[in-house]
């Protein structure tokens, strides 16, 4: 068993920056790969970004490719998610997700196993 709790959304204007926080408790969290998922209003979850159980190897949705960055400290058991340059279409519920089986990090929402309660990301304009 895994649980995640997310913290750091808030309300931002567009160009500004914020850092989302993913705390893991259970499971030791150096053994699974983790991701960042959003979901605006109206539309389907999506992924941001993962990052492979060691933190070495990152992935991005190209939308968030040089803007967003994915680190984790698995010392403290959490997750980070950097957001900078940040957009009104950033806007969303922001989850973390933990992916208990030995694999390459995945874009799909189906193939993790645990998410978080979310936290509100709103960018104005």
């Known amino acids: 068993q895994v649980h995640l709790v997310e913290s750091g959304g808030g309300l931002v204007q567009a160009g500004g920056s914020l850092r989302l926080s993913c705390a893991a408790s259970?499971?030791?969290?150096?053994?699974?790969?983790m991701g960042w998922f959003r979901q605006a209003p109206g539309k389907e979850r999506e992924f941001v970004a993962a990052?492979?159980?060691?933190?070495?190897?990152?992935y991005y949705s190209d939308f968030v490719k040089g803007r967003f960055t994915i680190s984790r400290d698995n010392a403290e058991n959490t997750m980070y998610l950097q957001m900078n340059t940040l957009k009104p279409e950033d806007t969303g519920v922001y989850y973390c997700?933990?992916?208990?089986?030995?694999?390459?990090?995945?874009?799909?929402?189906?193939?993790?196993?645990?998410w978080g309660q979310g936290t509100q990301v709103t960018v104005s304009a």
């Open positions: 997700a933990a992916d208990v089986t030995p694999r390459v990090p995945t874009s799909r929402t189906s193939e993790y196993d645990y």
């Open positions: 259970g499971r030791t969290s150096s053994s699974y790969a």
């Open positions: 990052i492979n159980w060691s933190g070495v190897r990152t």
